[in-house]
Nanobody
C-alpha cells in the first residue's frame, strides 16, 4: 500500500490550503483516514480523521476552519484548512487504518511540507 500526498507548499497567513492523499496498491478495506502534522521540534499530532461512514474528528487547533473529506471510490482523503496561521506550519502526514485478513494495520504517507508565511 502506498500513500501519495499532494498540495503542500508555501502559503500566506490567512490563506487556504487543500491537501490530497491517494492510497494505492492492494487494499481490502480502509477504515479511518486522517491527517497528522509535525511542527519543527514537536511531536506528530492529529489534525483530523474521518471514518468510512463520514464521521469526522478535528483537533481543537483547526476546528471550525478545516474540513476533512474522503472519496471511497478513489481511496482518497482531502484536508482543507482556511485562515491559515503560522502555527499551522509543519509536515503533514496522511494516515490510513485498514483491515487486512482480519488484522488491523496502518500506513503513513511520506509527508508534505506546509509553510505558512506571515
Amino acid at each position: 500500500v502506498q500513500l501519495v500526498e499532494s498540495g503542500g507548499g508555501l502559503v500566506q497567513a490567512g490563506g487556504s490550503m487543500r491537501l490530497s492523499c491517494r492510497a494505492s496498491g492492494t487494499i481490502f478495506s480502509i477504515n479511518t483516514m486522517g491527517w497528522y502534522r509535525q511542527a519543527p521540534g514537536k511531536q506528530r499530532e492529529l489534525v483530523a480523521t474521518i471514518s468510512r461512514e463520514g464521521s469526522t474528528n478535528y483537533a481543537d487547533s483547526v476546528k471550525g476552519r478545516s474540513t476533512i473529506s474522503r472519496d471511497n471510490a478513489k481511496n482518497t482523503v482531502y484536508l482543507e484548512v482556511n485562515s491559515l496561521k503560522s502555527e499551522d506550519t509543519g509536515v503533514y502526514y496522511c494516515n490510513i487504518k485498514v483491515t487486512e485478513w482480519g488484522t488491523g494495520r496502518e500506513y503513513w504517507g511520506q509527508g508534505t511540507q506546509v509553510t505558512v508565511s506571515s
